[in-house]
Every structure is written in structure tokens, then in C-alpha cells.
């Protein structure tokens, strides 16, 4: 395919770096690329930063077949631009897709227009530390019909936008509220795909939690409610008497690339770590006995995010003495000197824009 280039007229004003939050500001031009059953993917553009027409039947608006992924373009200490595993992140939009019988993308051209489109949008860019562009590349239902069935039709498109920090207080301990009343998805769903109706299904909870005072929601296994699985945002981690436990991937639980590479690392540095099940009971019985050291989440908004304090029904379990962990520092430093340049690529994981 050939990728066509229409440049914006009119360039939109930067955000100094300082002045960075997450989600609300976008660049100047976006990728599109549209499937028929006749043509397959086809037309591939970068063209303005715009609106999407749609039918109000398009489909998607009714029965939420949608797909995307969130991954990050960053200002090296060189002055360059690199990204952060997108390979990983296009394999999982592609296992997303056939999770929600959408037509999987060819993931080397995506890579290669992506590339393009952060050249073209490099002057956004940010350079402080902390910052990064963030790349949200999306896969739309595009057909008018009120019918349930998959579409035939879809759009594709990347936009891009500078970020600051996910959380306001940076990196600092958060609160988490562990639920029983609402569940996120249970295996044999969509919870492993990342897809927008996993996150619609989180905002009730994640809204009573942030009532109570907590940042984020820990979610249990959707049938028995015992066995933890991930948090809202991130994939979570809990070090209990020098063993590194996160939840092992059992459908319903999002493959997270930060997940992957956290676990990379701490068998790297030999530490004894386990994809296990790990119920939330095993969790208070360690806190109480003095050997729950560190909890952290991983991902891709906040890269490691330390934890505070949990908040499972009457207990309230205060993490540590309340600052940042060993661990936690030691992984947010390696992951962030690795995506920044400052330290060397471990594994392949650093694509030059």
C-alpha cells in the first residue's frame, strides 16, 4: 500500500511542557486507513488532526466493536525520538481483533506509517522529564446497520498527544480500593482484549473508589471474587518475603507490556518472581504477619505506580511506611532510563523514530 501525506494548513499552538496533563491535548495530524470486504485495508493517509463522520447508525456507537491500544514516543537524552515496544503493542491490537472479529492490520506497515506520523508531528514532542508523546492507535465498527452482527467496514486511525505525568501527584504512593460489588470481566469475555467496553465497565467503581478517596479499583475474579487480577489502569504486582507475585493471564486479564517487562527485568536481576493466583486473603494474611513489603502497579500511563495503602471491606492495609519501595524505585528507574536512552536497550524492546 502506498501511504498518501496531506499536510494541515494551520498548525496548532504547543503546550509548554510544564503545563502538560494526560488525554487532552492533541497534534496536528492523524493516520486513517479504511477496510471493505472488496478492497481489505486500503487508502492509508496522514492527513489533518479532525472529526470523524459517522452515521448515527454506525455500529460501533450501538454495540461498542472497538479496538486500541496506548503506548509512547519519547525525547532520548541524544534528542531523539524512540519508542517503547511497539511491536508488542501492534501484536496485541491484532490479538484484540480477532478477540472482536475484526480484520487484523499488517502490523510491519503500521509500525512504518506510525514512524511517519511522529515525524511529521515531532515538533510535539515533549523534552522535560516525565513526558512522552502517547500513541493511541484505534479500530472502529463502521457500517450503518442496527443489526448484531461484526461489521464489514472499519476505520483505523492513530492520533498522538503530549503528556505530562498520568497521576497529579507524580510518583508518589497511591490508595487503592479493593471491590467485591462490581466485577470488570470473567474469563471466556473480553477482559484479555483491550476494548472500550472493559474500561465502561470499570467507571461506576472507579468513581465510588475516588468518593471514598482512592485513586484507583482492585478488581477480583468475576466469579469467585477471591483471586486478584488487575487494577483499572494497570496490571498489579505484590512483593510478599522476597517473592514477586502478579497475577498470571488467564483470559480475562489484560497482557499488559509493562507487565512483561517488569517481570523481564526482576528475573534478570534474580529475583524469585511468580505468575500465580494470588487471592486477596493471601494478601491480608501476609500484611498481618509483617511480610507484605511493596505493592506497584505497571503500565503504560504511569509505567510503575507504588501503593500506598489497600482497602479490602473493614481492613485498611498501609503499605510499607508509606514511601516509595526498593523495588518499585529500582523498576520505575530501570524502565524510564531504558524508554529515555539513558540506559542500554535490554532486549530489542527501543524502535528508532
Same mark, same amino acid.
Given at each position: ?78 534528542? =531523539? ?142 466469579? =469467585? ?94 503499605? =510499607? ?33
Amino acid at each position: 500500500m502506498q501511504l498518501s501525506i496531506t499536510k494541515a494548513d494551520q498548525l496548532k499552538p504547543h503546550p509548554q511542557d510544564s503545563d502538560l496533563r494526560f488525554g487532552d491535548v492533541f497534534t496536528d495530524h492523524m493516520f486513517s486507513m479504511d477496510y471493505t470486504p472488496e478492497k481489505g485495508w486500503h487508502d492509508p493517509r496522514i492527513e489533518p488532526y479532525a472529526p470523524i463522520p459517522m452515521d448515527p447508525a454506525t455500529m460501533v456507537l450501538h454495540y461498542g466493536q472497538a479496538i486500541f491500544e496506548g503506548l509512547k514516543a519519547y525525547r532520548n537524552v541524544s534528542g =531523539g525520538i524512540q519508542m517503547f515496544r511497539p511491536k508488542d503493542n501492534l501484536a496485541r491490537l491484532n490479538n484484540s481483533a480477532r478477540r472482536l472479529c475484526i480484520p487484523e492490520v499488517d502490523e510491519a506497515f503500521s509500525l512504518d506509517a506510525l514512524k511517519q506520523l511522529i515525524n511529521m508531528d515531532q515538533e510535539w514532542v515533549p523534552e522535560a522529564t516525565g513526558t512522552a508523546l502517547y500513541i493511541r492507535p484505534t479500530i472502529v465498527a463502521m457500517d450503518p446497520f442496527l443489526g448484531v452482527r461484526a461489521s464489514n467496514t472499519y476505520r483505523y486511525f492513530i492520533i498522538l498527544g503530549p503528556v505530562g505525568a498520568y497521576y497529579a501527584a507524580g510518583f508518589n504512593p497511591i490508595k487503592i480500593l479493593v471491590t467485591k460489588e462490581f466485577v470488570r470481566a470473567v474469563r471466556g469475555g473480553v477482559g484479555e482484549a483491550k476494548t472500550p467496553g472493559n474500561y465502561a465497565a470499570s467507571l461506576l467503581a472507579g468513581e465510588r473508589a475516588r468518593e471514598a478517596g482512592y485513586s484507583q479499583v482492585l478488581w477480583l475474579e468475576g466469579v =469467585g471474587q477471591k483471586n486478584i487480577e488487575e487494577v483499572g489502569a494497570m496490571n498489579i504486582f505484590f512483593l510478599i518475603d522476597d517473592e514477586l507475585v502478579t497475577p498470571k493471564l488467564n483470559g480475562s486479564i489484560l497482557p499488559g507490556i509493562t507487565r512483561k517487562s517488569v517481570v523481564y527485568l526482576a528475573e534478570k536481576w534474580g529475583m524469585n518472581v511468580s505468575e500465580r493466583d494470588i487471592s486477596i486473603d493471601e494478601v491480608v494474611e501476609a500484611h498481618g504477619a509483617g511480610k507484605l513489603q511493596e505493592v506497584f502497579g505497571a503500565g503504560t500511563a504511569a509505567v510503575v505506580s507504588p501503593v500506598g495503602e489497600l482497602k479490602y471491606g473493614d481492613a485498611v492495609l498501609s503499605i =510499607g511506611d508509606g514511601s516509595v519501595g526498593q523495588v518499585s524505585q529500582k523498576l520505575y528507574d530501570a524502565l524510564t532510563d531504558i524508554q529515555y536512552g539513558k540506559a542500554e536497550d535490554p532486549d530489542g524492546w527501543i524502535e528508532q523514530v
